[in-house]
């Protein structure tokens, strides 16, 4: 038996009464593997790595960690289809299962495709409201499990065999154009065996971009096969981002409707997706699929490129573009229309993914070199009455899902707010330089509340953090649902105010009953003011708390606050806390669980 901590945030209201309770195996959420996209273990490098030599498709800095989407796995490390979630021992998924739980709809009969032996691929008419067209006309349709079938040689290749599949650069889209965007493909097998076909879009008309396999480099240990049209797993998007004269990766759209992005001078960290359904219910989480890719050929000085996508799976179509602007933040503008088959009652809207292993606030189980690691140290939010909320990310015991109700969200996303190395110490990882991802809502959401899911995990190569935005009310069949949002890959949240931001939780233990809380402070919103006027307000659920203290930090130039609370005959507390001046907020609201 185990227990899972739920609590709800109301907007302007604070924390409602924590509702704890145990489950037994049959009703514990079916939360498996989150991410899709890195397999059951996080560290699998991808086929397709680019030689550092050549300055129009390096793989980003920052050594193996950087290849295509995924790490180098550390040392000799071969991943295993290892189980993830609630329960590792029962709830045993692997990544192979899970693509095959992923239901999609065959796109063969809508979509054009190109033969083995043709030279050149049908090019069709496209508007600008052809994939939502087709989103449509699939919704309406019984669905179909996706297209898996793949040669022999390809069906059942181990790690190593498919990480020997590399793409060839000299033949990636638009190179011999010199465009300020190219396209990379990734062969499809090992863990990606579903179809995903992919299109080019010149001047109003759309035509298959065939697969080839002299577009690969292989194997001595991968057999022969037909040529075939086998369509590819993905593609990634090169740009100049960092030096004008090399084209590094972009953004990676692989694994079910997975896609990471980074800005200017970062590495890849969390995982954006398309849609998420059944997050953590009881019958299990829906995995859709991107099944189809449109990318608009880009003009000679374009700043952007726009992308469009299909997606679909046993519940819902959508269609999605995306328009993709690298930079110091890389900007996506996101446009989805969505068409459920069934009433969608656990939608997840925006969806992210991301790693906390341990950090200052959360190291008690941990005995390693490194002070933190983690892709991403928190939640930010900043909801529809103007509240700028920080929630400390943790790995705990037992699964925690947290509810942040709201109307109209100004954004929410997952930060990395901790930028020094010396937070790390890891020069393979570089936590340092993953990036934080931000939502923008563009016009009205509605009521809702921002989910997040915190699951605990024994090894950082698993993703175990969750978030999105899920509507109160389900999302109806048969029904055409049209959401716009931006995604800023980068900085701290976008466009919160000047508050001052909470940027280090540190955590620990004065005796047997009490904990110690240290929060660092920073911003603008604190410089110059009469150390005398500015006080801490902190309140703790069922404990008391003592030894409030509030001091300018000289080592960061920030503030400082600090306080004790007791945990005696306590397995949670939910604690909250902000700076003041006057009752005056000068920072956003701190909300943090300690659980036992």
């Given amino acids: 038996m185990s227990t899972i901590s739920r609590s709800t945030w109301s907007a302007g209201n604070g924390w409602s009464p924590q509702n704890h309770f145990t489950s037994s195996a049959a009703s514990r959420p079916q939360l498996r593997d989150i991410i899709a996209k890195r397999g059951a273990p996080r560290g699998c490098p991808l086929q397709g790595e680019n030689p550092r030599g050549d300055p129009r498709g390096r793989p980003l800095r920052g050594g193996s960690r950087l290849a295509g989407v995924f790490p180098h796995p550390r040392n000799s490390f071969k991943p295993k289809p290892l189980p993830f979630g609630f329960d590792r021992k029962s709830e045993s998924l692997n990544r192979r299962q899970i693509l095959r739980a992923s239901v999609a709809v065959s796109t063969a009969a809508i979509l054009p495709r190109v033969a083995a032996n043709e030279s050149a691929a049908p090019a069709v008419q496209f508007a600008p409201s052809y994939v939502r067209d087709l989103a ?26 498919y990480r020997s599949i590399r793409f060839l650069p000299e033949h990636a889209l638009w190179r011999s154009e010199k465009l300020p ?4 493909f990734f062969h499809r097998g090992f863990f990606y065996k579903s179809r995903v076909d992919l299109y080019e879009v010149t001047n109003g008309r759309a035509a298959a971009i065939r697969y080839r396999r002299d577009d690969f480099s292989f194997g001595k240990d991968i057999g022969q096969w037909p040529e075939l049209d086998l369509g590819f797993a993905g593609f990634r998007i090169h740009a100049p981002i960092n030096k004008p004269d090399y084209y590094d990766e972009v953004c990676v759209f692989l694994g079910a409707s997975y896609f990471r992005a980074v800005a200017k001078g970062e590495t890849y960290g969390l995982s954006a997706r398309g849609l998420s359904i059944d997050t953590g219910e009881t019958k299990g989480e829906e995995f859709p699929l991107f099944k189809a890719f449109w990318l608009e050929k880009p003009a000679p000085n374009a700043t952007s490129l726009v992308i469009h996508a299909l997606l679909d799976s046993k519940s819902a179509a959508a269609s999605y573009r995306f328009t993709i602007r690298p930079g110091e933040t ?27 292993f341990f950090g200052p606030n959360d190291r008690k189980d941990f005995d390693d070199f490194r002070p933190a690691v983690h892709d991403s140290d928190g939640l930010a939010i900043y909801n529809g009455k103007g509240e700028q909320l920080w929630r400390p990310l943790s790995n705990p015991h037992d699964l925690q899902v947290s509810t942040f109700a709201d109307l109209n969200p100004r954004g929410f996303g997952l930060m990395q707010r901790e930028k020094a190395f010396s937070a790390y110490w890891d020069l393979e990882s570089r936590f340092e330089h993953r990036p934080s991802l931000w939502v923008e809502p563009i016009g009205d959401w509605g009521e809702g509340s921002v989910v997040l899911f915190e699951i605990p995990t024994k090894e950082e190569i698993h993703d175990n953090i969750a978030t999105f935005w899920r509507p ?12 716009t949002y931006r995604l800023h890959w980068g900085g701290d949240a976008q466009k919160t105010g000047a508050l001052a931001r909470f940027t280090r939780t540190g955590i620990g233990s004065r005796g047997d009953d009490r904990k110690l809380v240290v929060l660092e402070l920073s911003g603008d919103k604190l410089k110059g003011l009469d150390p005398n006027s500015i006080t801490g307000q902190v309140t703790a659920e069922k404990s008391e708390v003592v030894n409030l203290v509030t001091q300018p930090n000289p080592e960061t130039g920030g503030w400082r606050l600090s306080f004790q609370f007791s945990v005696k005959g306590q397995t949670s507390v939910e604690l909250r806390a902000v700076l003041v001046q006057n009752d005056t907020p000068l920072s956003e609201v701190w909300i943090y669980r300690w659980t036992a």
Avoid: W
């Avoid at 890389?330 to 906390?356: N, Q």
């Avoid at 109160?472 to 959401?483: L, T």
């Fill in 136 to 161: 449509r006309s699939l919704a309406s349709k019984p669905f179909e499990p996706p297209d898996e079938k793949l040669p022999d040689a390809l069906k059942d290749l181990n790690y190593d065999q």
């Fill in 181 to 184: 965007f190219e396209a990379q």
């Fill in 330 to 356: 890389t900007v996506f503008d996101v446009e989805t229309s969505l068409y459920p088959r069934v009433d969608l009652d656990h939608g997840g809207l925006a969806p992210m993914t991301s790693m906390f």
């Fill in 472 to 483: 109160k009310q389900p999302i109806a069949a048969k029904s055409e649902h049209n959401f």
